[in-house]
């Protein structure tokens, strides 16, 4: 770090962001506990924002997107249940954050961005942190990324009007699909699609606000 700013600790603003905004909130997994206790989330935004990275809500990334608030963040990732050796699709890779969680758990993480300076910066970030199993794919997300199907799990962290079809598709069984859906933009509900034996189960949860996921099967 150089000596320009004030001084933060950043492990104990972490540490104190897992104890009060995720695990108060019945966030119970260890080992997403433990995965987001040790990704450095300041160094996924910008260097303005570095003070507030542990803060309670979500920032800003430009290009009109987000860092989700890392309460949700926590919830997504704990309903997805990812175990180590997944195969996991991530659409909206941003600022590669939640991409270094899914990494963190063990998972071979498969992310796409359609923004190419977001992508272009994740790529280079999660590089620099040594997340080398990362995959990253700049294209329309909602297509998903039928070469490397099925996925155990796909996280969608932006909101559109339905599951796209091609990630119903790309569904291994059994899988689970963590996904924000919404009838109208900028609020969602935040759905889990399980798969098993040849059966698709749609659970809805309680309401989120993703920004839009656009593209062929989005906005
Ligand atoms: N998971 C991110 C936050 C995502 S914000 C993080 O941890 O930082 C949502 C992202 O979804 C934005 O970067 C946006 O550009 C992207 N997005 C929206 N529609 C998309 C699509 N069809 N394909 C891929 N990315 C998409």
């Known amino acids: 770090m150089n000596g320009s700013g004030p001084k933060i600790d ?22 997403v506990l433990r995965a987001m206790r040790k990704v ?10 570095t003070p507030q990275a542990y803060e309670d809500h979500p920032l800003p990334l430009g290009h009109g997107q987000t860092i ?28 590669g954050y939640q991409a270094a969680v899914l990494a963190e758990l063990g998972a071979y993480v498969f992310t796409v961005e ?9 790529r280079r970030r999660l590089e620099e942190l040594r997340y080398l199993k990362v995959r990253f794919k700049l294209d329309d997300g909602t297509l998903g990324w039928p070469e490397e199907a099925p996925f155990d799990r796909i996280l969608v ?29 900028r609020s969602q509900t935040l ?24 593209g062929a099967h989005g906005w």
């Open 10 to 31: 950043f492990r104990r603003s972490r540490e104190r962001m897992v104890r009060e905004q995720i695990e108060a909130r019945g966030v119970s997994d260890p080992q």
């Open 40 to 49: 450095p989330r300041h160094l996924f935004v910008e260097e303005a924002l």
């Open 68 to 95: 989700s608030q890392p309460y949700v963040v926590g919830w997504m990732t704990e309903l997805l249940a990812v175990a180590p050796g997944m195969r996991v699709l991530e659409i909206g890779t941003g600022s």
């Open 114 to 122: 359609r923004v190419r300076p977001l992508y272009a910066q994740a």
């Open 157 to 185: 962290t932006a909101g559109g009007p339905k599951i796209p079809d091609p990630l119903r598709a790309q569904l291994a069984d059994p899988g689970r699909m963590v996904i924000p859906v919404g009838a109208g933009r």
């Open 191 to 214: 759905v889990v699609v399980r798969k098993e034996n040849g059966r698709v189960e749609e659970q809805e949860l309680g309401g989120v606000m993703f920004v839009d996921l656009v």
